[in-house]
């Protein structure tokens, strides 16, 4: 099974960035785009593992924040040979590094590989994506942040498929 944690997005933070993605589509000579039900920001990708059992345990260890605010805002690319990876970022937010930091540590721990680059928030827009012209400025846009998901990826009917296997949800503070 091919995991990974993520935050799932609020419907307004969807609605913003699928304006960006028909921006995007507009001025594109091609690309792959991401589907409005798989945006989504993602705090460690898992892979290929059998250990969803050992995936819950971590997340349920997890010292989580109370609910905190997050800004989506601007887009960025990482340049890449046939087509560019188009996204949005986050905007700094110590609770978001915090928890990423933590997670980080607890599946390496539980014998997880992990990513050994810094983090970088993005909600990844389009893939392959080749643009004639400069894409419209993505508005910032706030939402809360008050779990965290376990997700699955697969494909169904030829179709990416994310699904939510598992949440952690986190309590406010006293």
């Known amino acids: 099974m091919r995991l990974f944690i993520a935050v799932q997005l609020s419907s307004p933070v969807k609605d913003t ?4 993605i028909e921006s995007l589509k507009k001025r594109s000579l ?10 989504h920001l993602t705090l460690a990708f898992l892979g290929e593992t059998a250990r969803l059992a050992a995936a819950k345990r971590v997340l349920d260890e997890l010292k989580l924040p109370p609910p905190f605010s997050l800004t989506i805002s601007g887009l ?3 340049r ?5 990876i188009w996204w949005a970022g986050a905007e700094p937010n110590d609770a978001l590094s915090d928890l990423a930091t933590q997670l980080m ?13 810094p983090f970088k928030p993005h909600l990844t827009l389009g893939r392959q994506v080749v643009l004639q012209g400069r894409p419209e400025e993505l508005p910032p846009v706030k939402m809360e942040v008050d779990r965290i998901s376990l997700m699955k990826s697969e494909r169904l009917a030829g179709t990416l ?3 939510e296997v598992y ?8």
């Open 76 to 78: 960025g690319r990482f």
């Open 80 to 84: 890449r040979e046939g087509g560019d």
């Open 105 to 117: 540590a607890r599946l390496e721990r539980t014998g997880f590989p992990v990513e050994k680059r």
């Open 161 to 163: 498929t994310y699904t």
């Open 17 to 20: 960035l699928c304006q960006a």
């Open 30 to 39: 091609q690309g792959n785009f991401t589907r409005r039900e798989n945006l």
């Open 167 to 174: 949440a952690k949800v986190f309590l406010p503070s006293d």
